[in-house]
């Protein structure tokens, strides 16, 4: 896959290590334009392999169309082009905030380089987003569009934003394997096919989760079936899977004072500055316990050992 010069360069810089194996693979196969199911273990980045394509689209496009005097750069496209779709809504929100960082980076480097490269917008749209949020989709259409299926059925039955939808060239539903147990997987099949008959074109459709078992049935969902004059066929989909489990390191550690059945206040002691001993080691880290008081405890305590 050959990425605009100032997008391979900005990979490069951001992943020193190089692309995975669901990247690499999933790159190839959404850039010849196929319908792709991608499941990799979480932290294998496919929400980039979905991404980093459709970015790259965006910024051709804008580059090889000519601006007028004086007009400013941005995306030729007209309305949204890339739709992301998350059953969960808190994803919907981050994905909306970490799609930001990778595009102001790609400004940024353009401007070292001297490029002008055309702005991308994004723009989220749930129930939660604000009226005057809303209508921007209509008004000044993102070229990425970032919701939740059942926003994506309100937008398809509004005249104003189904207009802002007719450009839209790819669809990337993400944790699809959520949606395959119950009727709001229905539900957004019958959006993704409602989709497609208001664009010029059927967009592609880009599949991501982490859990997708059996994988076949769940790319069936993604694509749903081509009518036919007589029957209905499955449509083709390509399926990129790279297991669903991440390599572990896994060691077990245990309070030097013997277990009881009660923890006395200095074996917490022990166990909490354990973990604060990780925390400073480490860029994140995660901590189960049982209880919100122990919660709340624990987090008291790891941030005073922490700063000792």
């Known amino acids: 896959m050959l990425f605009h010069p100032v997008v391979s360069t900005w990979f490069e810089r951001r992943f020193p290590h190089g692309a995975t194996p669901a990247q690499l693979s999933g790159w190839a196969s959404i850039a010849a334009g196929q319908d792709t199911l991608i499941a990799a273990p979480t932290g294998s980045g496919k929400t980039l392999a979905a991404f980093l394509v459709c970015i790259d689209r965006l910024l051709r496009q804008g580059v090889e169309t000519p601006l007028a005097a004086g007009e400013e750069a941005s995306s030729a496209v007209s309305g949204v082009e890339v739709v992301y779709v998350s059953p969960l809504k808190a994803l919907a929100v981050d994905i909306h905030h970490n799609l930001e960082r990778p595009l102001a980076e790609l400004a940024q480097l353009a401007a070292e380089r001297g490029e002008q490269l055309p702005a991308i917008k994004v723009l989220l749209r749930t129930s939660d987003t604000p009226p005057g949020k809303r209508a921007e989709l209509w008004k000044r259409p993102p070229q990425i569009l970032v919701t939740t299926p059942e926003s994506l059925y309100l937008l398809l039955t509004a005249e104003r934003s189904r207009a802002a939808l007719r450009c839209v060239r790819t669809v990337i539903v993400d944790e699809i394997h959520a949606l395959a147990r119950d009727k709001r997987g229905a539900h ?4 993704l096919e409602r989709l ?14 982490a859990t997708q078992r059996p994988i076949q049935h769940i790319a069936q969902l993604l694509v749903g ?7 209905t066929s499955d449509r083709p989909c390509t399926i990129v899977d790279t297991g669903h489990r991440r390599e572990l390191d896994l060691s077990l550690e245990l309070p030097d004072a013997p277990l009881e059945a009660v923890t006395s206040r200095e074996q917490m002691a022990e166990v909490l500055e354990r973990i604060a001993g990780h925390a400073r080691e480490r860029r994140t880290t995660l901590v189960f316990v049982n209880t919100r008081r122990l919660a709340e405890r624990g987090v008291r305590m790891i941030q005073l050992y922490h700063r000792a």
């Open 196 to 209: 497609s008959q208001l664009c010029v074109r059927r967009p592609q459709r880009i599949g991501l989760s």
């Open 188 to 191: 957004l099949s019958l959006s």
């Open 225 to 231: 079936v081509a009518p036919g004059p007589e029957v």
